[in-house]
């Protein structure tokens, strides 16, 4: 056992999800993520929780549901950590869970350099400052603009409330990733019309060494160019997975471009587009995927106000 992983597990599980004595505490790993997910239990037990550690087979895909049994005992612990390698931070089971009670961290494809350098190093408490600034920003929107060499995506997000991934969940009932530092949203189903360039790394892809363009009408991805296009359309399938399901602002310092798409959606300056599954924050796509893509330095506008300059937030 790693005591380096241990101990960054423990200041983990102490501060943002402020874990206590006797407080039952579940770590839902699958066979890939395994000997990370061990750190974590390790370490729920020295900090004098009652820890429990269980093994699922791997995903096929982010947003693909843990097995009913895993389900139920998210929903019936205190704390829940999900160190898997695809996502469960878009299914019902992460939603029900948090609905029960449960402060819960999604941590899909860590890797052990992530787990002891970048995002996980941020100091949470200004992380959560920008991110909840931003989340505001979203909340109070109508209209989102994308612009990038050359490039402009709009979507509506009227109605829609931005959600804070701030990567300190210490009430009962929040949730969200580690690390963390983003804002995201919702765009309304079928409002998103353009193209947009995705230059940073795509979920299942891993970091791009040449762009994605996407070419977007109705909400819907009608085509997908570049070395990876057809990779990414594969992926998403023929049906729902094309539709846009998010859009989000990364406000993590610390984060790094890794390929990881976990830790590459917080980098401070990037935005990410999501296609897939939104009905667990505020949408209504059920698609049984969700792959993110990132951006570089973008120019971001909300109801045609600048919000972002080449990445950069504007002052």
Known sequence: MNQSLVEVSKNVLRACLALKENETFLVVTDDVKKNLAEALY???????????????????????????PIAAAMAGADVVVCITEHSLTHTQARKKAAAAGARLATMPGITEDMFLEGAISADYSEVKLITESVTDILT??????????????????KGRDGVPSTGMYVNPGESGNLPSGEAYIAP????????????????????????????????????AD???????????????????????IGTNNKARITGVVLEDEKVYGTI????GSNNTFGGVISAGVH????????????DDEVLMVSGGFKK
């Not at 390790?42 to 097995?67: D, F, I, T």
């Open 188 to 223: 309304v189903e079928g409002s998103a019309n353009g193209q947009i360039l995705i230059d940073g790394s795509i979920a299942g892809i891993g970091k791009l060494s040449s762009p994605v363009l996407l070419t977007i009408v109705s909400g819907r991805i009608v085509q």
């Open 226 to 248: 570049g070395d990876e296009g057809a990779k990414l359309l594969e992926i998403l399938g023929d049906g729902d997975g094309r539709q846009l399901g998010e859009f989000g």
């Open 272 to 275: 990410h587009v999501a296609f």
């Open 140 to 157: 109070g929107g109508e209209s989102v603009r994308i612009e990038k060499d050359g490039y402009s995506l709009s979507f509506s997000i």
């Open 42 to 68: 390790e370490a729920g037990k020295l900090l004098g929780a009652e820890a429990m550690l269980v093994v699922m087979n791997e995903r096929a895909k982010s947003g693909e549901e843990p097995p009913a």
């Open 291 to 302: 792959i993110d893509g990132v951006v570089k330095d973008p120019d971001i506008y909300i």
